[in-house]
């Protein structure tokens, strides 16, 4: 049974910067392409970076283009997204999967609230 575990999320200021990070257990990150992925409640889930397996190849929502960085960490099995310059809209419960755009694992998703 592989588990994602989310952690960093909580309450930030405008502006402000927060890096969540996906614990993955056994063994196998190293397989998968990394997503990170929020939602809002009322609305659909949507994707808001991935990696590929190896790591060379990212790919952001427009919305989080330069302000977001998506990495991996293979032999720790740890995913990250280093979130900078955050704004009220990018509040949203953050969930990382192990697939990218075609999911094989969840997380169980973790709170981010960006507010003044």
């Known amino acids: 049974q592989v588990q994602l575990v989310e952690s960093g999320g909580g309450l930030v200021e405008p502006g402000g910067s927060l890096r969540l990070s996906c614990a993955a257990s056994?063994?196998?990150?190293?397989?998968?392409?990394v997503g990170w992925y929020r939602q809002v409640p009322g609305k659909q889930r949507e994707l808001v970076a991935t990696?590929?397996?190896?790591?060379?190849?990212?790919k952001y929502a427009d919305s989080v283009k330069g302000r977001f960085t998506i990495s991996r960490d293979d032999p720790n099995n740890m995913g990250y997204l280093q979130m900078n310059s955050l704004k009220p809209e990018d509040t949203a419960v953050y969930y990382c999967?192990?697939?990218?755009?075609?999911?094989?694992?969840w997380g169980q998703g973790i709170q981010v609230t960006v507010s003044a």
């Open positions: 999967n192990l697939g990218g755009e075609r999911p094989r694992y």
């Open positions: 056994g063994g196998i990150l190293w397989l998968y392409p």
């Open positions: 990696i590929a397996t190896g790591g060379t190849i990212t």
